[in-house]
């Protein structure tokens, strides 16, 4: 079936260290991907996304990269700050064009001072 | 400022009786969704919907209710019949199209008393 799943449940790194956070998905029809970031008690909030069409993409302090080939998906966060400290989920829109979008289960990012 | 809303932020009921989510957008987004997310979760779709007056049961559809009266407003009920309803539920809206993110509100947090 589809799914979207995260390497890691948890990711603790240094403060100024770079993050990488994983996401495995297994729809090869997804041509569509996003990263959100969602704080405690809070709405998840759009990070960045990517199209199939590309293999990388690079916003502010993070860059996403996409592997087709493997099917794999990441997010790179530069300088990782206390205010980065969230879940992270990946997100693919899997076949048909209905608007679903599947998540994963997230990964939880705690950066230490 | 265009967003999502959802109101209240916190609501409790009894065990037996119907609750009602209010879930708002100004941003002229076709399609909505509602979500639940348990936690240490992922998030799941309980209902969507892509045009007023239509919407899709989701993954985890049974115990909710919805209507789509108005194109800016997709209202989510929780019936007696939903057995574990104490969740963080989250709405969404996107575009009417699978390659654009969805907007989250700011969840509202039900707990079964």
């Known amino acids: 079936g589809e799914s979207v799943g995260l390497h890691l449940p948890t990711l603790s790194v240094q403060e100024g260290d770079n993050s990488i956070i994983n996401c495995a998905y297994s729809?090869?029809?997804?041509?569509?991907f996003i990263w959100y970031k969602q704080e405690s008690g809070k709405g998840p909030q759009f990070i960045i996304d990517?199209?199939?069409?590309?293999d990388k993409r690079q916003g502010q302090r993070v860059t996403v990269l996409l592997n087709k080939t493997v099917k794999h998906l990441s997010l790179q966060i530069a300088a990782t700050q206390p205010g980065d400290s969230a879940v992270y989920f990946c997100?693919?829109?899997?076949?048909?064009?209905?608007?679903?979008?599947?998540f994963g289960q997230g990964t939880t990012l705690q950066v230490k001072p | 400022d265009g967003g999502i809303t959802q109101s209240p932020k916190y609501l409790f009921r009894k065990e037996g009786q119907n609750v009602t989510l209010s879930c708002e957008q100004n941003?002229?987004?076709?399609?909505m969704y509602w979500y639940r997310q348990d936690p240490g979760q992922g998030l799941r779709l309980i209902y969507y919907?892509?045009?007023?007056?239509?919407?899709q049961k989701g993954d985890i559809a049974e115990g909710y209710s919805v209507s789509r009266e108005k194109k800016e407003s997709f209202p989510l009920t929780v019936t007696s019949a939903q057995k574990n309803p104490t969740a963080f539920y989250l709405c969404?809206?996107?575009?009417?199209?699978?390659?654009?993110?969805?907007?989250f509100g700011s969840g509202t947090r039900l707990t079964v008393v």
């Open positions: 997100a693919e829109n899997g076949s048909g064009n209905t608007g679903k979008l599947i």
């Open positions: 941003l002229n987004h076709d399609a």
């Open positions: 990517i199209r199939s069409n590309m």
């Open positions: 969404a809206s996107s575009i009417r199209t699978n390659r654009e993110a969805q907007t």
């Open positions: 729809n090869s029809a997804s041509d569509y």
């Open positions: 919907s892509q045009i007023v007056n239509d919407f």
